[in-house]
């Protein structure tokens, strides 16, 4: 499939509509073209610069002379310079051109230990489906909440789900018949994440083991995880609002702290699963842009580090899997 060659106008027009998207106001975006304008300009070096295809060849060297350039030509004050230097910056890494060793604020570098492991995201799916080290009281009612409890870290491993993500869906954001979970970015806006085969069995086997007196209710907000209540037995329905009780996110933090602590894995949390998904999209070729919207993030600028740890970080061979769904 070939690449779809955009012109610098239709670049800069993309990048612009992505940015009012994320709510920057009329007067910042058309701020943004005016910088854009010019660089296209100066890369060209003719009038017709906007008619001409975008270059993806851009290096930290050519984009430091046009910072010097405008510094010198224009009279550019540091503060112009920090924005026009922004600007461009989100506006390449849009495009998928990264720019190595620029500035781009402060931001903690992540390291290799902010990322899970391949052998604690095995050792956790494995103690999970096991009965290691449970008590009777826990075993006993294990089998009502293992489908719900899997497919909570499987959707954190495989599709980048954050906690925030799951505690919130609710039954208008499962489409059962197409296997696609719709959960809420944001801004309000829904993102449709199709489920391999496994993980969409596995979401109708969650359903199914709550009792049907108590079951969600299909195209409504009753949530899609369940709070389970070991002492009877139960999956518990809350009266103050009519609806099965919800899961919160202090109950699935602590669900997944107990399994962690129980596969004896001290590292993992849900931010390292969700970092590793990260990295692992990064690999498999999906660009920052892509993932930003699949994963629900406020910018393109949350990316950054991930880039520039996958460009300048060596991987170990406890890194060598995908942990990525393939649909």
Same mark, same amino acid.
């Given at each position: 499939m070939e690449m779809i060659i955009l012109t610098w106008d239709q670049s800069i027009h993309e990048f612009l509509l992505y940015m009012q998207g994320n709510g920057r106001k009329l007067s910042t975006v058309q701020r943004y073209r005016y910088d854009?304008?010019?660089?296209?300009?100066?890369?060209?070096?003719?009038?017709?610069?906007?008619?001409?295809?975008?270059?993806?060849?851009?290096?930290?060297?050519?984009?430091?002379q046009y910072l010097n350039a405008a510094k010198t030509n224009r009279n550019c004050s540091p503060t112009s310079l920090k924005r026009i230097s922004g600007v461009i910056i989100n506006?390449?890494?849009?495009?998928?051109?990264?720019?190595?060793?620029?500035?781009?604020?402060?931001?903690?570098?992540l390291q290799l230990h902010n990322f899970a492991s391949d052998t604690?995201?095995?050792?956790?799916l494995q103690t999970m489906k096991s009965l290691e080290e449970l008590t009777p009281y826990q075993i006993a009612g294990r089998s009502h909440i293992l489908n719900r409890n899997l497919l909570i870290v499987r959707l954190m491993i495989y599709?980048?789900?954050?906690?925030?993500?799951?505690?919130?869906?609710?039954?208008?954001?499962?489409?059962?018949?197409?296997?696609? /979970? *719709?959960? &809420?970015?944001?801004?309000?806006?829904k993102r449709a994440? !199709?489920?391999?085969? %496994?993980?969409?069995? =596995? /979401? *109708?086997? &969650?359903?199914?083991?709550?009792?049907?007196?108590?079951? !969600?209710?299909?195209? %409504?907000?009753?949530? =899609?995880?369940?709070?389970?209540?070991?002492?009877?037995?139960?999956?518990?329905?809350?009266?103050s609002t009519d609806s099965p009780k919800k899961l919160t996110k202090i109950a699935m933090q602590r669900m997944l702290q107990k399994e962690i602590k129980r596969a004896n894995i001290h590292h993992l949390s849900p931010t390292t699963l969700r970092?590793?998904?990260?990295?692992?999209?990064?690999?498999?070729?999906?660009?920052?842009?892509?993932?930003?919207?699949?994963?629900?993030?406020?910018?393109?600028?949350?990316?950054?580090?991930?880039?520039?740890?996958?460009?300048?970080?060596?991987?170990?061979?406890?890194?060598?899997?995908?942990?990525?769904a393939h649909i």
């Open positions: 854009l304008v010019l660089f296209a300009l100066w890369v060209e070096n003719s009038e017709d610069a906007l008619q001409r295809p975008f270059k993806r060849n851009i290096t930290t060297d050519r984009f430091k506006f390449l890494d849009y495009h998928g051109v990264f720019l190595d060793s620029v500035d781009r604020g402060k931001q903690e570098l604690e995201i095995e050792r956790l599709y980048g789900f954050s906690i925030h993500d799951l505690t919130n869906l609710t039954m208008q954001d499962v489409n059962f018949g197409q296997g696609v /979970l *719709l959960p &809420t970015a944001a801004g309000g806006i994440i !199709p489920l391999h085969e %496994t993980d969409r069995k =596995l /979401l *109708l086997a &969650t359903y199914k083991d709550i009792p049907e007196p108590v079951q !969600p209710r299909q195209n %409504t907000l009753d949530p =899609l995880f369940v709070t389970f209540h070991h002492a009877t037995g139960t999956f518990q329905w809350d009266y970092n590793r998904h990260i990295l692992d999209s990064l690999r498999s070729g999906i660009s920052g842009a892509e993932i930003k919207v699949l994963l629900g993030m406020k910018s393109i600028e949350a990316m950054h580090r991930y880039i520039i740890f996958w460009r300048s970080s060596p991987l170990s061979d406890n890194y060598r899997k995908i942990w990525r």
